[in-house]
């Protein structure tokens, strides 16, 4: 399940950025959080797996008849395939106008879904 992010998730959020390679360091991370923040049209997602954990974060950012998927991060215990595809389905579910793409760091990830799906 995504939830959208919410100040009261900022621990467990900045925890699954953190997985994100280029977020490692503390001031990077922060500045990335508050960037989503700034707009109405960027988002980070929250993804609760099966069993009711915070185990992953989508950041996407809002364009007229696009999702634009700029980080995905999932807790090393849940980073397989079928969560990905599971966020990016439920993604798509969200937004069923809009077409998901990636950024140059994501595209990979968001064909290998959208190849599932054709």
Known sequence: MLLKYRSDYE??????LSF????????RLTAELAWYQASANR???????ANQDFSGVVGIE????F????LLALTPA?????????MLDE???????DKV???????KLVAQWEAKHE
């Open 91 to 97: 993604l798509a579910d969200l937004y069923p106008s």
């Open 78 to 86: 849940a980073r397989n395939e079928r969560h990905l595809n599971q």
């Open 20 to 27: 994100v390679k280029t977020l490692k360091r503390l001031n």
């Open 101 to 107: 793409i990636g950024l140059l760091t994501t595209t």
């Open 67 to 70: 999702v634009v998927v700029r």
């Open 11 to 16: 621990k467990v959020t900045m925890g699954l």
């Open 62 to 65: 809002l364009k007229p008849g």
């Open 43 to 49: 988002q980070l997602l929250l993804w609760k797996d």
